[in-house]
């Protein structure tokens, strides 16, 4: 890597090294329905084919955050996902109420 590629696409964080990912996190739902009466509804509108418009930060390996398979964060953002984490109790009983619902 030479300097002049940090010049052209710099970190957004570290300004110092060549950005090669964007971050993944969501900003903005482009489906105007936020809640649903039924777990099948939410996974119809919530499909491939909505799209969704995300922060695209540009990031460096070193400054994203991976938040799984192929998603990754800024710091900011990758703090608000950390934060999101439902405590393992409520997780339980949402993954029951996901499991019912895809018995019906």
Known sequence: MNDAEVFENP????????????????IRY???????????????????????ETCDLPLCDECSHNAGHQVDMCPHHYKLHQQAKLPNDLARKALKQKAKALQD
């Open 11 to 26: 970190c957004a964080i570290c300004s110092k090294r060549v950005a090669t990912k964007l971050c993944d996190y969501i």
């Open 30 to 52: 482009d489906n105007g329905i936020i809640f649903f009466r039924n777990w099948q509804r939410f996974k119809e509108v919530n499909s491939p084919g909505y799209k969704h």
